[in-house]
């Protein structure tokens, strides 16, 4: 092994490595350089779901980065930071676009719960405005992993096909915690 030689390791992912690092060496922020993994795992996840051809695919993907999303908002206005911030840590992939995201997040605790309003992210939004004047930040937490879960559900009326097999594996992560 020769540091900083990524031949053997996938494209995406020696590319994720290989910014983290810039961005640790630039910032000497860890933070910073998560970031940076973070955005190209979902735009990976994006990449392979838009490749699938499949809708259920593409919507656990959306729904995954929408919480991910979620919560940094939360966390990132809990830790009082800034618009510049947030936008560097938000991920592509989701339903909601960054700068909405943005936009909401400083705009009073009901403009989250307005923009998610049709979608399962709906009660957690509601209670990560709550969660941004200082409500539990568990409650807000569990009703994230919740939406995921009830769109990861919805695979149990296809009894074949790959939404039984997402719904398995996703069984499967959660009960490793």
């Known amino acids: 092994y020769i ?8 494209g995406h992912v020696a590319e994720a490595l290989q ?54 908002v939360v966390r990132t206005v809990r830790m009082g930071k800034d618009r510049d911030f947030l936008m560097n840590a938000l991920c592509p992939g989701g339903s909601v676009y960054p700068e909405r995201l943005c936009d909401a997040a400083f705009s009073g605790t009901d403009a989250l719960a307005g923009i998610f309003t049709a979608s399962p992210l709906h009660e957690a939004a509601v ?20 939406a995921v879960s009830a769109y990861v559900s919805q695979a149990k009326t296809k009894p074949f096909g790959v939404e039984a097999v997402v719904e398995y594996i996703s069984l499967s992560k959660s009960e490793m915690y």
Not at 19 to 31: G, I, S
């Open 3 to 10: 540091e900083g030689d990524y031949r053997f390791i996938p």
């Open 19 to 72: 910014k983290a690092r810039t961005m640790l060496a630039r910032t000497a922020n860890p933070q910073f350089a998560d970031f940076e993994v973070d955005k190209i795992y979902f735009e990976e996840l994006m990449e392979l779901a838009e490749s699938s051809g499949n809708d259920f695919i593409k919507g656990y993907v959306r729904i995954l980065a929408d919480s991910a999303n979620l919560r940094t």
């Open 127 to 146: 209670l990560g405005g709550e969660a941004i004047c200082g409500s539990s930040m568990t409650a807000f937490e569990l009703a994230c992993d919740n």
